[in-house]
């Protein structure tokens, strides 16, 4: 069963630097591009960028480029979304999808969201 | 806001038929292939429709997909109560700014 489970909620405060993960299992996770997307409260969504695990190869957004980094451990099948240094503005829901089983933008497993609190 | 713009809400009775609109430009749906997504409350997207009128495994066909020019369409026939959800259409932008993008979603409501 292919699955996508990424880390726990997070409280951080301006300033701060944080890792959120998602780790895949049940398919080939370095076969499959990886997406984060972003949900800022009551918002829609917003795709953020792609890692492709097998080599690393990372395409951002413009909206998100230099906001945040995107990376993977493929030893781990693990997905990562980083910032350095929080606002109270990346305040959101965050999920991971894999893309490419039936065109390449087709995201058809997620996982089940990270929520990111950044509050003073 | 997104280029691909979609009505903020849309509702219907039950068994009734609903169409979603998802209106773009040349250089998102008029040259790019459109996807279709449905999130519940509180839960994480779903893909609906793939190449703008494809239906991934699992999928009911009560729902549909169209293109047509700069803009796309998702039908839902027979609508039921569980449908009540928010619906995204999705399409690569070739503009100066180019990615993927969403639309700008619509609130499914059954009556």
């Known amino acids: 069963e292919v699955q996508l489970v990424q880390s726990g909620a997070e409280v951080k405060k301006p300033g701060e630097s944080l890792k959120i993960s998602c780790k895949g299992s049940g398919y080939s996770f370095t076969s499959y591009w990886i997406g984060w997307v972003r949900q800022m409260p009551g918002k829609g969504l917003e795709w953020m960028g792609i890692?492709?695990?097998?080599?690393?190869?990372?395409r951002y957004s413009p909206s998100f480029q230099g906001q945040v980094t995107i990376s993977a451990d493929k030893s781990i099948s693990t997905a990562y979304l980083q910032w350095s240094s929080l606002k109270a503005s990346d305040t959101a829901m965050y999920y991971c999808a894999r893309l490419g089983y039936y065109d390449f933008w087709s995201a058809d497993y997620w996982g089940q969201g990270t929520l990111v609190t950044v509050s003073s | 806001q997104s280029v691909l713009t979609q009505p903020p809400s849309a509702s219907g009775t039950p068994g009734q038929r609903v169409t979603i609109s998802c209106s773009g430009s040349s250089s998102n749906i008029g040259s790019n292939t459109v996807n279709w997504y449905q999130q519940l409350p509180g839960t994480a997207p779903k893909l609906l429709i793939y190449s703008n009128n494809q239906r991934p495994s699992g999928v009911p066909d009560r729902f549909s997909g169209s293109k047509s020019g700069t803009s796309a369409s998702l039908a839902i026939s027979g609508l039921q109560s569980e449908d009540e959800a928010d619906y995204y259409c999705a399409a690569w932008d070739d503009s100066l700014n180019a990615f993927y993008v969403f639309g700008t979603g619509t609130k499914v409501t059954v009556l």
């Open positions: 890692i492709y695990p097998g080599d690393s190869d990372t």
